[in-house]
T-cell receptor, first 111, second 116 residues
Framework: SQQGEEDPQALSIQEGENATMNCSYK?????LQWYRQNSGRGLVHLIL?????REKHSGRLRVTLDTSKKSSSLLITASRAADTASYFC???????????FGKGTMLLVSP | KAGVTQTPRYLIKTRGQQVTLSCSPI?????VSWYQQTPGQGLQFLFE???????NKGNFPGRFSGRQFSNSRSEMNVSTLELGDSALYLC???????????????FGPGTRLTVL
């Protein structure tokens, strides 16, 4: 069953703009991770935020986590055409050792 | 380090047949997880192996099985294939040393299975 639900399902922006994707989940978590997938290929790990963290940065990526609202957001700043991909949030549930993925947000960045 | 490799990359089978997919994790990684990805259901967890033992299993029928060898390489098998088994099958490896508070997974490119 899906734990994370991303919003929006699809996002289309111009190069240079910022892209924000949101993720909501249902149960308590150990950590939340964001992955990127290019056109039916394997997933690439982007960033991990632990349940006791509120914000994390990595290059042009900024992730926030609000455990009281059971939600997270991924911000990609100054987007590039190469950022075009599907983005998934995944939660590592407390007490478990596996990730549960949402259905993803498809991001299209036009030149 | 070499990444996670999966073989074959593409596979076409017919209903009723069985199939075996292979995954070689990153050197030193002891945990291998398998996921099924379809347009309708998204990414769904199949099972996880650690040190040759299945530690977790997703909600899939018994036609889906797997195993892990002493070198951490893993195989998954699907018997009596159905049309709905057409999917991208992804393998992921991670290093799990004792109790960990994170579980970054490294994914292979996947095997695209088409069942006709």
């Amino acid at each position: 069953s899906q734990q994370g639900e991303e919003d929006p399902q699809a996002l289309s922006i111009q190069e240079g703009e910022n892209a924000t994707m949101n993720c909501s989940y249902k149960t308590s978590i150990n950590n939340l991770q964001w992955y990127r997938q290019n056109s039916g290929r394997g997933l690439v790990h982007l960033i991990l935020i632990r349940s006791n963290e509120r914000e994390k940065h990595s290059g042009r990526l900024r992730v926030t986590l609000d455990t009281s609202k059971k939600s997270s957001s991924l911000l990609i700043t100054a987007s590039r055409a190469a950022d075009t991909a599907s983005y998934f949030c995944a939660t590592l549930n407390s007490g478990y050792s596996t990730l549960t993925f949402g259905k993803g947000t498809m991001l299209l960045v036009s030149p | 380090k070499a990444g996670v490799t999966q073989t074959p990359r593409y596979l076409i089978k017919t209903r009723g047949q069985q199939v075996t997919l292979s995954c070689s994790p990153i050197s030193g990684h002891r945990s291998v997880s398998w996921y099924q990805q379809t347009p309708g259901q998204g990414l769904q967890f199949l099972f996880e192996y650690f040190s040759e033992t299945q530690r977790n299993k997703g909600n899939f029928p018994g036609r889906f099985s797997g195993r892990q060898f002493s070198n951490s390489r893993s195989e998954m098998n699907v018997s009596t294939l159905e049309l709905g088994d057409s999917a991208l099958y992804l393998c992921a490896s991670s290093f799990r040393g004792g109790v960990t508070s994170y579980n970054e997974q490294f994914f292979g490119p996947g095997t695209r299975l088409t069942v006709l």
